[in-house]
């Protein structure tokens, strides 16, 4: 066994990140929402934050996407007759 397999608590990746001042900044606005949080438990809430906060911001893109497109649905079927997509093809190399 490596020395660094019988030393560490973990086999996962492990990330170190410098505390910036952007980085000190998130922390002291998650330190007012958590108060009395170690430093480091507050960057994993910010972590679970952010992740909740890109999946919403996808669902609601999605629940817009799906919104546009039921909005258009059927409203351009006269603009295409019944053998649009034939007569498109026809043009296209074999």
């Given at each position: ?15 170190q990140i ?11 606005q998650a ?5 009395g949080e ?57």
């Open positions: 066994m490596r020395w660094y397999t019988q030393c560490m608590p973990t086999t996962r990746p492990r990330h410098t505390e910036t001042p952007a980085v000190a900044h998130a922390i002291d330190a007012q929402r958590w108060p170690p430093r480091s438990k507050l960057l994993l809430r910010l972590l679970d934050a952010g992740r909740d906060a890109l999946e919403q911001n996808d669902h609601h893109v999605n629940e817009a996407r799906r919104e546009a497109i039921m909005a258009s649905s059927g409203k351009y079927s006269d603009a295409f007759g019944p053998n649009y997509l034939d007569e498109l093809r026809q043009d296209w190399p074999a």
